[in-house]
């Protein structure tokens, strides 16, 4: 699990006045793309996170006993579909503003937004989007905002739903809105100009809109208890109060479209065959726009998956104006899970963490990964093989999730005797800083919550000016933010000071208590004025091998 393999040390420092910090980053320069990217890759090469809300497609997150009356047939790869919606329209295209931004997270409670989803602890009254974005935040990082978060959870549900596992041209850097932007999602019983003005203002023709909502009506349905004016007594798939959008609501595919088109199976769903015509929204956009043009164009498997892809791309990126959005999300074959470096009681420098890869199933798995370190001096080391390949559990809730073929982990320790800048693997190359860096054996986190954290950072003595050089120490934890469930990362600064000489480094320490926690993981890095800075470490209430608990 990431979550268990990622959180390997928690180290931070004793807080002075907390500072917000821009949810990726960009206002401090703190965060690059590349970070955000290689994030967005770990989370979708670890079976257990970010694929296991929607996995299989019929999955539910905090789902109730099957016998449970309150059951509505919830389904999170729905609601995380829906939420991206919800989040996208009410951009104004003109004016630069809104889009995907996760001011959705300050939304909830608007009624444009109706829809309550299962919660074993208050049955039927909590909102999909606060489920959503609290199932985003089990995995929230510093390095992915909630509205990257929003983008790939849609990632994730085609990976899981759609029977070619396509992964969509996913990019990453939206930046997070600090409060609800304005009205304007469409409602079934609006007129047909009003969906077409919302679309209009997103930057979307009426032919985008019929695709976009085609597109979307795929998977899920319409609740009885969100709208019992659409949805009649005589509710009986699978049991339960939804009234789906076709008879495949567990796959992305093109039934949807096929039964509206020749009136088999669920006709199109509730939002064109409901008895109550003010609610029929879907035939209004199909049919009473251009007769069914669009729809028929959309029909074929290949081309209802192309069209879509290309109008769900275009959604994700759909953002305020100033975000700065990375290339492609690969994710590349070959990356590092995790990476970190150690000293020993001794003094010397250890490089330790786990390289990833992924082939397709029917291709040979190495049994080692091979690499090498840029020198400082320049040029390579000589090449490097890591320790034997372990092949990752492909299973997530009880079936088979393989959208990447076999994930495989090379734990690799490596004592480093001469100076190196960068580890490097095919296509991809990560930097090191020997001159400064968190010592995890050294540092540990209390057990209590939130909790509270000794920080130990090595710095090469030779930069040690004088006995009184401190270290800057930077916490960056999800703290509670009002109005909205998910989480706002602040950061907090101390001063960490000399305690003792190890090797050729003087170890510096000292003390932090994280002030809340509003959901997700927390993080440190360690600086000596402007000319060197740690790499951020991962701190989580989750142990790891090079975890240590108990301060």
């Known amino acids: 699990m990431f979550l268990l393999t990622l959180a390997c040390f928690l180290l931070q420092v004793r807080g002075l006045n907390g500072q917000a910090l821009d949810a990726n980053g960009l206002d401090t320069n703190d965060i690059s793309l590349d970070d955000k990217v290689l994030a967005i890759e770990r989370l979708l090469l670890s079976p257990g996170t970010i694929i296991f809300p929607v996995t299989p497609c019929d999955f539910v997150l905090n789902a109730p006993l099957i016998n449970n009356p309150d059951y509505t047939g919830d389904q999170t790869a729905a609601q995380w579909v829906r939420t991206v919606f919800h989040d996208f329209i009410t951009a104004n295209i003109s004016a630069g503003t809104g889009g995907l931004d996760a001011s959705i997270s300050f939304e909830a409670d608007r009624p444009e937004n109706l829809g309550l989803v299962f919660n074993a602890a208050t049955p039927n009254t909590t909102s999909f989007i606060n489920a959503t974005i609290v199932g985003f935040n089990l995995f929230s990082t510093v390095f992915v905002s909630t509205a990257d978060f929003i983008a790939l959870g849609l990632a994730a549900s085609l990976l899981t739903c759609d029977p070619d596992a396509r992964m969509i041209q996913l990019k990453a850097g939206r930046i997070d809105a600090t409060k609800a932007g304005p009205i304007g999602v469409p409602k079934p019983q609006d007129g047909l100009s009003v969906a077409k003005a919302a679309f209009a203002n997103a930057g979307f ?34 049991g339960f109060g939804a009234d789906h959008f076709d008879s495949t609501p567990f796959q992305f595919d093109n039934q949807n479209v096929k039964e509206y088109l020749d009136g088999s199976g669920q006709g199109g769903g509730p939002l064109v065959t409901t008895t109550n015509v003010t609610m029929q929204s879907d035939l209004r956009i199909f049919n009473n726009t251009d007769g069914n043009a669009t729809i028929k164009a959309m029909s074929s498997a290949t081309a209802f998956e192309n069209t879509c892809f290309t109008i769900f791309e275009r959604m994700l990126n759909t953002v305020p104006n100033g975000t700065h959005l990375s290339n492609v999300v690969g994710p590349r074959p070959w990356i590092l899970m995790e990476s970190h470096l150690d000293l020993t009681s001794a003094g010397v420098v250890v490089h330790s963490g786990n390289i990833t890869n992924y082939i397709g199933s029917s291709t040979s798995i190495p049994a080692t990964a091979t690499y090498n370190y840029t020198l400082a001096t320049g040029g390579t080391s000589a090449t490097v093989k890591s320790q034997a390949g372990v092949l990752k559990d492909d299973h997530v809730n009880g079936v088979v999730s393989l959208p990447f073929g076999n994930i495989t982990w090379y734990p690799f320790s490596d004592t480093i005797t001469t100076n190196i800048t960068a580890i490097n693997l095919p296509f991809f190359s990560q930097a090191i800083n020997l001159n400064l860096f968190v010592v995890p054996s050294q540092s540990c986190m209390s057990t209590s919550s939130p909790p509270s954290y000794t920080v130990r950072a090595a710095l090469l003595t030779k930069l040690v000016a004088s006995k009184t050089t401190t270290l800057l120490g930077t916490l960056y934890y999800p703290a509670v933010q009002p109005l909205s469930v998910a989480p706002k990362y602040t950061q907090v600064n101390t001063t960490l000071t000399s305690l003792t000489t190890l090797g050729a480094y003087t170890i510096f320490s000292g003390v932090v208590a994280q002030p809340n926690n509003g959901g997700g993981l927390s993080h440190i890095d360690v600086r000596l004025g402007t000319s060197q800075r740690s790499a951020k470490i991962l701190a989580s209430t989750f142990g790891g091998s090079f975890f240590k608990s108990g301060c």
């Open 205 to 238: 023709s009426q032919t985008d809109m019929i695709q976009a909502v085609a597109c979307g009506h795929s998977l899920g349905g319409v609740h009885k208890l969100n709208f019992p004016e659409i949805v009649g007594n005589g509710v009986t798939v699978g």
